[in-house]
């Protein structure tokens, strides 16, 4: 295993008792941080005091692990095309990033959210209408210059690849470009179900490595269910992770749960041989 990715790989903090628990739990299993899932309400920055975040930095300072937080899913939606809404929402990543301020977070990823779709009589699901796109399109243009204000000095905020229309994907590119945004590449979303890639959403990763600031590791087994241990399903870890070999990715989170089942991910990470070696 590649040293680099052992020295920036957390894991997915979503059943830990607290924050400062979770960090005392990755500095002693053989993490250099963690990532913070703000949507389960006992994480959440709305139940943590100024003293609490306060001890969360110190904590993560002291034992050198680093913080990373990932947004809500699709309650916090940058396609939402109702201004009225969108002020909630606005306001919600406010305080979100304020709190990725105080906690010291190197990082905040976010879902972009998808458009509404419908069952109908004669398919299973209906897209949304052509009529729309230019609706989510400019809703997007909107939401993602707003919160790119917001976080303004207070890390980077990373797309992750997960539903990605291609009219979002051609609204990213320019912020990509720009340096305004990063991405979240999470290898078994470029997959689908059947464990077939989507070639062209990896196609669009390969084409934007440079802006890839953290990787989401976990498998996906031979009945489609993902988030399971590394090592034992059907992604070639080794082929992606050599692609981002020379990529400044800051964090490489295993999305296994619950942490114990991290802890075994960590360690099959350590055997596959791929990089400059196998680390004991």
């Not at 997915?12 to 899932?37: K, M, P, T």
């Not at 606005?90 to 509404?116: E, M, N, Q, R, S």
């Not at 052509?130 to 980077?156: H, V």
């Not at 490489?252 to 619950?258: A, K, L, M, N, T």
Request: charged fraction near 25%; proline fraction near 3%.
């Amino acid at each position: 295993m590649n040293r680099k990715v052992l020295e920036r790989l957390s894991y997915h903090v979503v059943y830990d008792e607290s924050i400062v628990e979770a960090i005392e739990f990755a500095s002693g299993n053989g993490f250099s941080g963690i990532q913070v899932a703000v949507e389960s309400p006992h994480l959440s920055f709305e139940n943590l005091s100024l003293a609490d975040r306060a001890e969360i930095r110190r904590r993560g300072e002291e034992l050198g692990i680093r913080v990373v937080i990932h947004g809500p899913d699709d309650v916090a939606s940058l396609l939402e095309p109702s201004s009225q809404i969108r002020k909630g929402i606005l306001v919600y990543y406010a305080d979100l990033f304020t709190f990725a301020g105080d906690i010291g977070a190197i990082l905040t990823t976010i879902h972009i959210g998808h458009p509404a779709v419908y069952p109908t009589d004669t398919v299973p699901e209906m897209r949304f209408s052509e009529a729309d796109i230019r609706y989510y399109r400019k809703a997007l243009e909107t939401n993602l210059q707003s919160i790119i204000e917001l976080a303004r000095g207070r890390g980077y905020i990373c797309i992750e690849n997960y539903l990605l229309e291609d009219f979002v994907l051609q609204v990213l590119a320019r912020y990509l470009t720009e340096s305004k945004l990063g991405l979240c590449w999470d290898i078994t979303k470029t997959h689908n179900r059947d464990g077939s890639i989507n070639e062209s959403l990896q196609h669009y990763m390969k084409e934007n490595l440079s802006a890839v600031r953290q990787v989401h590791l976990h498998d996906l087994d031979s009945k489609g269910r993902s988030h399971r241990v590394v090592g034992t399903g059907i992604i070639d870890f080794g082929y992606y992770l050599e692609l981002l070999r020379d990529i400044d990715v800051l964090d490489y989170c295993i999305e296994v749960r619950p942490r114990e089942k991290a802890v075994e991910s960590l360690e099959n990470l350590k055997m596959m041989s791929w990089g400059d070696t196998n680390v004991p």
